[in-house]
């Protein structure tokens, strides 16, 4: 991703804002994804994260040079899992299942939060007859965007996605035992090829699935919020 901008149109300083801008998105959304985790399995019981210093916003507990690097070429990627233990939890299944989806459930929130305000300064714009702040609306943009991304990316059914642990408590009976071991034993794997396939796909035919679902995602919400003060997007 960083050399596609590089690479691309426009002015050195207009890229190095993007890149910079883009950097914060990333820090600040994945410690907010992670710390969902860890408050998530707080309010079920178990303070493993808690203890550890993961239930916290600083992004310094959180990085993983390799999904950050996955990030910054292609455009999404991971955080450091936030460590659980699942027999803490009141209930295991609703415990399993929430913290599970917590740091999608946050991510998708930022991505509302970040479409709601790029709505209103449109909006503010269009009563006053002016432009909206441009670098404020880049930084929104990139923000609603990024999170849908990372809201998608974590929703694929691999180790150690968190779309594993949901896909074991809903298909987990139906796949078996011996299916999910090896899922788990090979995710990483697994996660790689769909990376570097789903970068090939982007780079030969400007098509990504999880890049394109996160855009229909934050279009949605553009719209969602566009109808409540009659601003329209396509």
């Known amino acids: ?3 596609s901008i590089l690479l691309g149109e426009g002015s050195l300083a207009d890229k190095l804002t993007y890149i910079v801008m883009f950097l914060i998105a990333i820090l600040f959304s994945l410690s907010v994804h992670e710390w969902a985790h860890a408050f998530a399995a707080h309010l079920n019981g178990d303070d493993t994260a808690r203890n550890v210093g993961r239930m916290t916003l600083n992004p310094i507990a959180h990085i993983d040079p390799k999904g950050l690097l996955f990030l910054l070429i292609i455009g999404f990627g991971w955080a450091k899992p936030v460590p659980v233990n699942s027999r803490n939890y009141k209930k295991y299944r609703l415990g399993e299942f929430t913290v599970s ?3 999608i459930f946050m991510n998708l929130v930022l991505a509302l939060i970040s479409a709601a305000v790029y709505v209103l300064l449109l909006y503010n714009a269009v009563i006053k007859g002016s432009e909206p702040p441009e670098k404020l609306s880049m930084f ?4 609603g965007i990024l999170n849908c991304s990372l809201a998608v990316f974590n929703l694929i059914p691999v180790f150690p996605l968190d779309g594993s642990h949901i896909f074991d408590l809903i298909f987990g009976r139906l796949v078996g035992p ?5 899922m788990h ?5 697994i996660l790689y090829g769909i990376l570097i396939l789903s970068a090939a796909l982007s780079y030969v035919s400007d098509f990504s699935l999880i890049s394109d679902a996160a855009y229909w995602i934050y279009t949605l919400f553009l ?3 566009g ?3 009659g601003l329209v997007f396509a």
């Open 140 to 143: 929104l943009q990139i923000m």
């Open 1 to 3: 991703m960083l050399i």
């Open 223 to 225: 719209k969602l919020f």
């Open 227 to 229: 109808s409540i003060f």
């Open 101 to 103: 989806f917590a740091g």
């Open 185 to 189: 034993r090979n995710g990483t794997y």
């Open 178 to 182: 011996k299916v999910l071991m090896w």
